[in-house]
């Protein structure tokens, strides 16, 4: 495998329903971020992990719960989900150079289509 | 804070029409700017990036120019091909305030559909 990958590509599930969305970077990144894509919005930034560490949480609701156990790979579980949570998910990781560094370049996973009955 | 306004599509050209799609944007400081790409059924791809004002970035027949006196950051191609077909976005990165100024934060506009048709 290289770049992101994501699992599964679709899913859907019902509002009592509890699951897992995975990523995995194969990139050797120290960062990895949790997007959420939505019809006619702009992409939103939910979660940032810099160093396995979560640097930023967007005012996610807490249905939406991250894990980070190492550098390589990203969870986000899903409980007690609404419909209008039904979106696209994308996983991306990037090198974080810190303080000094113009720009990071985020590389994506090909994402989750989450469907929310 | 941070914002990115590019052209509402959908965009419909025939093959080798010319192509622009508009971004500006409003960021405190100096940041980078950048064209994504997203193909159907795909994850986004970095198109193409700069970095200072007056940079011009290119790939794949793809250009922008980074306006600083104009804030903008459009994008263009001379002639389009059919699998050029996608979602084009434009963003911009620059220290994220959530996180005390420490990384930088990608800020995206909403996206434009591109249909080329043969």
């Known amino acids: 495998e290289t770049g992101v990958t994501q699992t599964p590509r679709h899913l859907v599930m019902g509002m009592t329903n509890k699951k897992s969305l995975k990523c995995e970077q194969h990139?050797?990144?120290?960062?990895m971020y949790w997007y959420k894509q939505s019809a006619k919005k702009p992409l939103e930034l939910m979660f940032v992990?810099?160093?396995?560490?979560?640097?930023e949480n967007n005012s996610v609701p807490s249905r939406f719960s991250p894990e980070c156990p190492n550098s390589s790979h990203l969870f986000l579980h899903l409980h007690t989900l609404q419909p209008e949570d039904s979106a696209l998910y994308l996983c991306?990781?990037?090198?974080?150079?810190?303080?000094?560094?113009?720009?990071?370049?985020?590389?994506f996973g090909p994402g989750t289509r989450l469907t929310v009955l | 804070g941070n914002s990115v306004t590019q052209m509402e599509g959908p965009v419909t050209l025939s093959e080798e029409a010319f192509l622009t799609i508009n971004c500006t944007y409003t960021?405190?400081?100096?940041?980078?700017l950048f064209w994504y790409v997203q193909y159907p059924g795909e994850g986004l791809q970095l198109l193409l990036k700069?970095?200072?004002?007056?940079d011009k970035g290119s790939n794949k027949g793809f250009e922008a120019t980074y306006r600083k006196e104009t804030t903008s950051f459009h994008l263009e191609k001379g002639s389009v091909q059919v699998s050029d077909s996608a979602v084009y976005f434009c963003?911009?990165?620059?220290?994220?305030?959530?996180?005390?100024?420490?990384?930088?934060?990608?800020?995206f506009g909403k996206g434009t559909l591109l249909t080329v048709n043969p």
């Open positions: 991306a990781s990037s090198q974080d150079l810190g303080l000094g560094s113009s720009y990071n370049e985020q590389f």
């Open positions: 700069a970095t200072k004002a007056d």
């Open positions: 963003a911009l990165s620059a220290l994220n305030p959530n996180s005390g100024g420490s990384n930088y934060k990608l800020t």
């Open positions: 990139l050797g990144h120290n960062a």
């Open positions: 960021a405190t400081g100096y940041p980078s």
């Open positions: 992990y810099n160093f396995k560490e979560q640097t």
